[in-house]
């Protein structure tokens, strides 16, 4: 039945796409060597020929192979020519491919930047949702306070003896970063919660 709700049955993962960016990088790379030892070669042609018309214009006219060395020179790079366009095309296919592999890539890692901070939102809804009184907020937000320092603390001590940043470390801490979430939701939030005598207050004229 649809509902109207949005489904996706596959977790997004860019591994897939980032490997296949490296591989096209990586042919591209392979092509544009082999362009490389082609101009390499078309210049070393060029060089060679240039020797051998020094060498033809030292000798009697009548005996002059200037036409022949200028149609083998012309043959030679010619065919030179020939492969550098192939290899061309190839590098612009290619070219083109990492720019839609790129795009795809920036706009999926758009679509799981916008996810977690979805995911940020409805978490800290949940988080309020579960207060319904001044006191309850007062206590969540002095128990997380104290659960933050003592683990900053500890963090202190491990980082010290471990040679290792402090701040990496409690980065890197999925526990430390949740409290730090549910502080940031708690200190940032314009609710304003009743007392818990005004809800009782309440309930009794219900």
Known sequence: MNDGSIRIGTKLDLSGLKQEIKALEK??????????????KEEKVKETF????????????RYSHSDEIDKQEAQALAQITAQQEELNQKIQEYNAMLDQANAKLQQEQAILAASK??????????????ITTQEQYNSLLEETQAKM??????????????????????????????????????????????????????????
């Open 27 to 40: 042919e591209l790379k392979t092509v544009q060597k082999e362009a490389d030892k082609l101009t390499a």
């Open 50 to 61: 240039s020797a051998e018309r020094e060498i033809d214009s030292q000798v009697d006219k």
């Open 117 to 130: 901070e979805l995911d940020g939102a409805i978490k800290s809804e949940a988080v309020l949702d579960k």
């Open 149 to 206: 320092a003592a683990i900053e603390d500890r963090a202190r001590q491990i980082a010290d003896a471990n040679g290792v940043s402090y701040e990496a470390l409690l980065a890197a801490n999925p526990t430390y970063q949740k409290l730090s979430d549910t502080m940031g939701v708690l200190t940032s939030t314009t609710r304003e919660f009743k007392s818990e005598a005004e809800e009782a207050g309440e309930k009794a004229q219900k």
